[in-house]
C-alpha cells in the first residue's frame, strides 16, 4: 500500500510524479513541501516478506529493478531520501557507504539531505555492527546520514564519536551544511511560520473532496464482471450492502495514520444512499473483520432474501496493512470466507447477482471468491471519498479505469509473482514434466499486472512500428487503433512492452516500457500512439552502463501484461555504435 508496484519502469514514473507534486517549481514557495524518496533500497526484497527483515538480493536485481525509481527522484531534484531499515546483504542501509555515499551521491550527484528512519541508527546496534550509541552515530554520519530521525544518536553519541576520534569536525559541518541549506530553499530562516499559517477557505476543502472522489473512483480496478452485473442500473427496489467493511468509514482511511481524521469518511453504505435514493439500502455487517464470532450472520443473510442485488463488502481492516503489518496467510481473515460462501449459496438458489467489493492494501489470495461472485471491485482503500467514489462507478456515473499495478497471485506459493520474469531454460510446457511449473496450479496468475475492466469493450488492431529495420535510430513510433465495442463509453489503458529476444544476459519477457489512454465513446475508434526512445531499447548492464547489442527486438501493446492479449511486432536493430 505504500509502494507504487512491481514495475521499476512505473515506480520512476510516479517517483517523478510525486517530487513534481510535493516540490512544485521550488521549494520557497508557500505551497512547496520537500519531499522525501523512501526506503532506499531494495526495502521490498526483505526475507520472508516480513517487515525490517534482512534482504540478500543479486547485484542486477538491485540496480535493473529498485534503483531506478530512487534515480529518478533524484534526477527530478527530491529534497531528501531516506534509507531503509533492513540490511542488505549485511549491510544495513543506515550505514551503507557503497549505496549512500558511491550511489546516490557519487554516481547520482545527489546534493540534498540524507534522513533516517524513525530510530534506526540506535538500531545499527541491533544489526550487530555497532557496540554502543556513538558507534551507530559515527556509522551513519560516515555512510551520509545528515539528520537523526527520533534515535537522539547524533545528540548523544556524536560528541563522545568525536571525542574517540571515529568522526571528524569536518564531517559533522558537511551533514549540517547540507541541512542548512535545505531549510534556506524551504525559506525558513526569512519566514519560519508561513506554510499552513493561513486557514484556507471552504471552496479549498470542498475542491479537495471532490478530487479525492474522483481519484478515487479512478483507483478502483474492475476485476470482473460477468453477465454485466454492472453497473447497477434500471429498477433496483432493495440494495443489501453486507459484509464488515460496508459500514466502516474509519477503515476506509487507510493504513497511513497521517492522512486524516477518520471523522467524515464516507461508507459504501453511505455513498450509496446519497446515490440511489431510488433504492433502499439494508445493511447488516455479517461477521467482524477479524473475529470468530458468526452470531450476525443469520440477520445478513435474511437482508439477502430480500434484495434485488447483494454488495458484499470484504478484505482487511486498515490495521492490516502498511509497516509492519506483514501476514503470512493471504485469505480473507477472520470468517469472513465462511460468510461469504454462505452468501454466494444463498444468492445462487436465488438467482440474484453478487458484488463483491475488496477493501486491502495488498492483492489477496481468494480464487474461489472471484470464481463464484458475479462482479469483483478492488476498492483497496480510498480515503475520505471512498464510499462516493465506490457508489459512483457501481452506479455506471464513472466507467472503472483503474489498472492492477502488481501480478495477483492465485496461490500464496507463486508469491513473489510478477511479469518481467525470465524464461529460464525449461520453460513450462504441459506435455513435458520436466519443466518449471506447479503440480496444484497453472502458473499464469490469477490476474496479471495492468488488468481493469471497464464499462466499454474495446479491441486493438493494426499495430505499426516504424522503423521496423534501423540503424543508429533515436526513436521509434507505434501506433495501434482502438475500437469500443461496448455499449458505453469508457477509458482504455494501452500498454507498451519490449521483449530482447537473444542478448548477452538473459532478458525478462517482458519489460514495461509506456502506457497510453484514450476515452472512446460506444463505436468510436481511436488512434493511441506511443514513442519509444532507442535508449530505452538497450540492454542494460550490471552498472545500469547502456550495452547495445544488434538483434531483435519484440515491441507489444495491449490491455495488460498476458501474452495471449497482445498484439506484437518485430524490429530489427542494427547498431553501428560499439557494444
Known amino acids: 500500500m505504500e509502494g507504487p508496484g512491481e514495475d521499476p519502469w512505473l515506480g520512476a ?30 526495502y521490498g526484497a526483505v526475507t520472508a516478506g516480513r517487515d525490517y527483515a534482512s534482504a540478500d538480493i543479486s547485484e542486477r536485481t538491485l540496480r535493473e529493478v529498485y534503483m531506478p525509481p530512487f534515480a529518478a527522484a533524484v534526477a527530478s531534484g527530491v529534497a531528501a531520501v531516506m534509507p531503509a531499515f533492513m540490511d542488505l546483504a549485511g549491510i544495513p542501509m543506515t550505514a551503507n557507504k557503497e549505496l549512500l555515499r558511491g550511489w546516490l551521491r557519487g554516481r547520482w550527484g545527489f546534493k540534498g539531505v540524507i534522513v533516517s528512519d524513525y530510530n534506526a541508527i540506535a538500531e545499527l546496534m541491533n544489526h550487530g555492527i555497532a557496540g554502543d550509541l556513538a558507534e551507530a552515530a559515527a556509522h551513519a554520519l560516515k555512510a551520509g546520514v545528515d539528520i537523526d530521525m527520533m534515535a537522539d544518536a547524533y545528540r548523544r553519541g556524536l560528541p563522545t564519536a568525536l571525542k574517540r576520534r571515529l568522526v571528524s569536525m569536518a564531517e559533522i559541518d558537511e551533514s549540517v551544511r547540507r541541512v542548512l541549506t535545505l531549510k534556506e530553499r524551504l525559506g525558513l530562516f526569512d519566514d519560519p511560520y508561513r506554510r499552513g ?43 443489501a450492502v453486507i459484509g464488515p467493511l460496508a459500514d466502516a468509514p474509519a477503515e476506509m482511511r487507510g493504513p497511513w495514520w497521517g492522512a486524516a481524521d477518520a471523522e467524515g469518511h464516507v461508507s459504501v453504505v453511505a455513498g450509496l444512499r446519497a446515490v440511489r435514493p431510488d433504492s433502499q439500502v ?108 465506490i457508489a459512483d462507478v457501481l452506479t455506471g456515473r464513472v466507467s472503472p479505469s483503474g489498472r492492477t499495478p502488481v501480478t495477483w497471485a492465485r496461490a500464496e506459493g507463486q508469491i513473489p509473482i510478477f511479469f518481467g520474469e525470465r524464461p529460464g531454460g525449461r520453460p513450462a510446457n504441459a506435455k513435458d514434466h520436466y519443466t518449471s511449473k506447479y503440480l496444484d496450479v497453472p502458473n499464469e496468475p490469477l490476474f496479471p499486472f495492468g488488468h481493469g475492466l471497464t464499462y466499454g469493450r474495446f479491441a486493438l488492431s493494426n499495430l505499426r512500428v516504424t522503423p521496423v529495420d534501423a540503424e543508429d535510430i533515436d526513436t521509434l513510433q507505434i501506433r495501434v487503433d482502438v475500437r469500443n465495442d461496448g455499449a458505453m463509453a469508457a477509458q482504455e ?6 521483449h530482447d529476444k537473444i542478448a548477452s544476459v538473459a532478458r525478462p519477457l517482458l519489460e514495461l516500457k509506456g502506457f497510453a489512454k484514450i476515452d472512446l465513446r460506444p463505436g468510436e475508434t481511436g488512434t493511441v500512439t506511443l514513442s519509444l526512445r532507442a535508449a530505452e531499447l538497450r540492454f542494460l548492464g550490471i552498472d545500469l552502463e547502456p ?10 501493446v495491449g490491455p495488460c501484461a498476458d501474452r495471449a492479449q497482445l498484439l506484437a511486432a518485430t524490429v530489427k536493430l542494427s547498431w553501428s555504435r560499439p557494444c
Open 493 to 498: 489503458t494501452v500498454f507498451l512492452f519490449t
Open 282 to 389: 439494508l445493511h447488516a455487517p455479517g461477521v467482524a473483520i477479524d473475529d470468530e464470532d458468526v452470531s450476525g450472520m443469520a440477520a445478513a443473510l435474511h437482508l439477502c432474501a430480500a434484495a434485488d442485488a447483494i454488495l458484499l463488502c470484504l478484505g482487511e481492516a486498515a490495521t492490516m496493512s502498511g509497516e509492519a503489518a506483514s501476514r503470512a496467510h493471504m485469505g480473507l481473515p477472520g470468517k469472513q470466507r465462511q460468510f461469504a460462501e454462505a452468501v454466494l449459496e444463498k444468492a445462487r438458489a436465488a438467482n440474484k447477482p453478487v458484488i463483491v467489493i475488496l477493501f486491502s492494501g495488498r492483492p489477496l489470495v481468494v480464487p474461489w471468491l472471484v470464481e463464484k461472485a458475479d462482479a469483483v471491485l478492488a476498492a483497496w482503500f480510498l480515503g475520505s471519498e471512498s464510499g462516493n467514489a
Open 13 to 42: 514514473r510516479i517517483a517523478e510524479a510525486k517530487v513534481r507534486g510535493f516540490q512544485g517549481a521550488g521549494l520557497a514557495a508557500a505551497d512547496a513541501l520537500a519531499a522525501v524518496a523512501k526506503h532506499y533500497c531494495a
Open 197 to 239: 499559517a493561513i486557514p484556507e477557505p471552504d471552496a479549498a476543502f470542498a475542491h479537495r473532496r471532490q478530487l479525492a472522489r474522483d481519484v478515487g473512483a479512478r483507483a478502483i480496478v474492475m476485476l470482473k464482471n460477468d453477465k454485466a452485473a454492472l453497473p447497477l442500473i434500471g429498477s433496483l427496489r432493495r440494495l
Open 547 to 556: 550495452v547495445f547489442e544488434p538483434g531483435d527486438v519484440e515491441i507489444l
